[in-house]
């Protein structure tokens, strides 16, 4: 059963740049029925989709964070990552990984994220 | 971007209620809407996908119906288990956006 796992580093100082992990076990991140993706939520408030990545590198971003973060992955090591730039308070969040889960439908594909990570926990604060 | 407006934000209801709450879309999504649960202190979980599909493992007391702007998630019977927030997704396009939220308690 495919799990994923956040890691990162819990606590950034406002201007920093935060750099996370997930980490894919029970399964493999080059598969071609799958994307992977960053979702945030900061503390009792609504999830905010960030980005998405497939395996050959191909990327989509939130327009409102784009020019702050990079989405990559590494198949060597079944892993994908995110690193946002020049954080603030409005960057704490616990920060999800997942699978979008590209179900198939008879007229193509039906995106929805079906398995999450535990989430990492990300507070900036100097 | 497409916003998601979900009804009512709080509902409270009673173990063997039925519980049907709205996602509502600024722009027609066809079927592209999900449907999670979230408890306290604990990642999101898929419960519908194509708007009204059921996501395997899922009781099937959660249904998803509708399409364009208007999905209405449904529980019938409510059990002890089920009271948690629960998020529309719409993923039409990017970027993909989620619902405020609509939080069930228990009365």
């Known amino acids: 059963q495919l799990q994923m796992q956040e890691s990162g580093p819990g606590l950034v100082k406002p201007s920093e740049t935060v750099?996370?992990?997930c980490t894919i076990s029970g399964g493999s991140i080059i598969s071609s029925s799958h994307y992977w993706g960053w979702i945030r939520q900061p503390p009792g408030r609504e999830l905010e989709w960030i980005a998405t990545v497939y395996h050959d590198g191909g990327s989509y971003y939130n327009p409102s964070?784009?020019?702050r973060v990079t989405i990559s992955v590494d198949t060597s090591k079944n892993q994908f990552s995110l690193t946002l730039t020049s954080v603030t308070a409005a960057d704490t969040a616990v920060y999800y990984c997942a699978r979008d889960g590209r179900f198939q439908a008879s007229d193509g594909y039906l995106d929805a994220f079906d398995v999450w990570g535990q989430?990492?926990?990300v507070t900036v604060s100097s | 971007d497409i916003h998601l407006i979900q009804s009512p934000s709080f509902l409270s209801a009673s173990v063997g209620d039925r519980?049907?709450?709205t996602c509502?879309?600024?722009q027609g999504i066809t079927s592209y809407l999900a449907w999670y649960q979230q408890k306290p202190g604990k990642a999101p979980k898929l419960l519908?996908?194509?708007a009204s599909?059921?996501?395997s493992g899922v009781p099937s007391r959660f249904s998803g119906s509708g399409s364009g702007t208007e999905f209405t998630l449904t529980i019938n019977s409510l059990q002890p288990e089920d009271?948690?927030?629960y998020y529309c997704q719409q993923l039409n396009g990017f970027p993909f956006t989620f619902g405020p939220g609509t939080k069930v308690d228990i009365k």
């Open chain 1, 19 to 21: 750099s996370l992990t």
């Open chain 1, 65 to 67: 964070l784009k020019t």
């Open chain 1, 119 to 121: 989430g990492t926990m």
């Open chain 2, 19 to 21: 519980v049907t709450i």
């Open chain 2, 24 to 26: 509502r879309a600024s």
């Open chain 2, 48 to 50: 519908i996908y194509g």
């Open chain 2, 53 to 55: 599909t059921l996501q």
């Open chain 2, 83 to 85: 009271f948690a927030t």
